[in-house]
Structure formats: structure tokens, C-alpha cells
């Protein structure tokens, strides 16, 4: 599959919110930032080389930090699958492409490619599972990528990847009940939104005396007329 990634603003918006001068100032201040060895993790690539990268959650964590949970999102533009190759024995080679754009609030959009792969495997449905979750996360981080170091280009500097192996991890903050959601948050989130919804006014129209008795009237005599006409029929099946 020949792909070349895009970048830039879509040619009909749907919505477009445009950064105010300190919020762009502020997002591309830690654009510039690279990533500490805490989040930079390393596996096995081909031979002997060890391959770094930043895995996706980390990813999301980081973007929703920076433009706000609602100041991004991600779409798959395309999603194939490669190859299936049935092996002996009844296992499977799979292989997944996926085309990701990841687009700011403001209408700005990255674009690119990623890949899944698995093989060897057993069950046919894993297999496919397994390559769909690993292309949209690869696409999802290579779009991500391209908005600037922090999130993940910096890996792709092998002079920074070395040097970052030399600095010590800062280590992670205790967990502790007042950084957890417990259930007792879910509870007290759901009584207030059932209270808002209590507190909504409900605006009627205001109906005056007349027109009261003008509607009452009107409905008593289509009450009239309707057993008038029960009365016509039952006497018209008598006399049948």
C-alpha cells in the first residue's frame, strides 16, 4: 500500500475553534519539550538493535494534557488487511494497514500510516483482533507524532536515545485515594447530574379563564358527538 502522509486543514471543517494567542503559545512550548526516560520504553527489533518507543496510552495522556480532552480527536480514514495467509495446521500469518487523522479543535490535521502484524497464530479471530488494535494505535501514534517531540517524535533522534539512557527515571507518584475514581465518585457524579435534571424548570404556557373554558367546552361536545355516533351505529345493527 502506497501511502503519503498528509498534514494540514480539511477542505470543509465541521467545526473550527481557533487557539487563543496564549493557548498556542502554551501548546507549542511543550510541543518542544522531548520526553523523559519514563516514558520512553525499548523491545527488541531485528538482530541484536533495541528499538524505543512510546506506547499509545501514554500517548493519549499526553495529548489530552496538552490540547484538553476535547481540544483533539482521531478518525480512521482507511483500513485494510494485507495479507491472510492460511498456514498447516490451520494457523494464520496477518497483516493490517490502517490510515489515521488525529485533528485539533482549530481544524489542523496529521495524517498517517500504520501497521499490524502477527503470525503464526491459532485462532483466527485473536489474529485479527490483535493486527486491527496494533495498526489504528501505530497510525494513531505516527499522526501524533508529527505535532512535535513530546509527543514521540524525539524517538526517532537516535543521538537523543542514546543520551536519554543516561538520565534516571523520575519515579511515579504514590497512588493514593485522593488521585483514584472510587465508586463513591461515580455515585456523586450520577446524583448530580439527576439533580440538575430536577432542577429544570418546565416553562408552560400561561392560559387565561376564557381560554380554559373554551377548551373545556370544545372537548364536551366532541365527547357529545362521538356518542351521538356510537348511539347511530348501534341502532343502524338493530335494524339490520
Known sequence: MNYQPTQGKPSQPSAN???SAEEAARIQKLLRKKLGPEHVSTRQGMGNSRLSYVEGWRIISIANEIFGFDG???SIQSFGIDYMDILD???FNIGATCVMRVTLKDNTFREDV???MIENAKSKGQALEKVRKEAVTDALKRAMRQFGNVLGNCVYDKEFVRSISQVQKQPRGRVSGETLFRHSDLENAQMSIDGDKADVPVNLPAVS?????SAKTVSSNNTGNKQGERD???????SC
Open 209 to 213: 379563564a376564557n381560554q380554559f373554558q
Open 89 to 91: 495446521g490451520g494457523r
Open 114 to 116: 500504520g501497521f499490524g
Open 17 to 19: 475553534e481557533p487557539f
Open 72 to 74: 483533539w480527536s482521531s
Open 232 to 238: 347511530t351505529l348501534q341502532k343502524h345493527t338493530l
